[in-house]
């Protein structure tokens, strides 16, 4: 009889915090305890909300990436990407307004390839291949920079990163010391 878990949101962790910048390390078996995190992951970017979530981003430097392009009212899809990489892109790549949770309230255009193939493990434990264009790629490769210690706003020009980041700091401190 399976035993029921119910799921936890956990707290997402913003910029700047130094956790962000950690490389995260890849999963060497997707276990009971994997499925559980990937489910926290799920509950955590649907409260938040958001489409994507990265381990890291609440904590974990493991390279796992939840995500759920459904409309609101659509019925939920959540993907699951345990090691991803990417085996191919499109040389084209394609403009898009992008927004992260770790980085609360700020919003700005990327360019990145507009399709890309990667290689994965599912929530299961089986290796996938997939090809991905439009959100679907802008979403992975976000969440795959997360992987690696990089913010959308790294992105950026020198100018605005520093705006942002100093925005977000200022927000951190107003809220410590309410």
């Given at each position: 009889m399976p035993i029921f878990r119910a799921m936890t949101i956990r707290e997402i962790i913003t910029a700047p915090d130094p956790r962000l910048k950690v490389i995260?390390?890849?999963?060497?078996?997707?276990?009971?305890?994997?499925?559980?995190?990937?489910?926290?992951?799920?509950?955590?970017?649907?409260?938040?909300?958001g489409i994507g979530l990265a381990a890291i981003q609440i904590g974990v430097p493991l390279r796992?990436?939840?995500m759920d392009l459904a409309k609101d009212d659509?019925?939920?899809?959540?993907?699951?990407?345990?090691?991803?990489?990417i085996l191919e892109a499109a040389e084209e790549t394609a403009p898009y307004e992008e927004g992260c949770l770790s980085v609360p309230d700020v919003?700005?255009?990327?360019?990145?390839?507009d399709y890309v193939k990667l290689r994965f493990i599912d929530y299961h434990g089986e290796i996938r291949t997939m090809e991905a264009s439009g959100l679907t790629?802008?979403?992975?490769q976000h969440e795959m920079d997360h992987l690696e210690g990089i913010l959308f706003i790294d992105h950026l020009s020198r100018l605005k990163r520093s705006m942002v980041l100093k925005k977000l700091a200022k927000q951190k401190r107003l809220e410590a010391e309410a």
């Open positions: 995260s390390k890849p999963v060497a078996e997707v276990t009971a305890e994997t499925r559980a995190l990937m489910d926290d992951m799920l509950e955590t970017m649907y409260a938040a909300p796992i990436i939840v659509e019925e939920p899809d959540p993907r699951y990407y345990i090691n991803p990489e919003y700005d255009t990327v360019e990145r390839p790629a802008t979403c992975i």
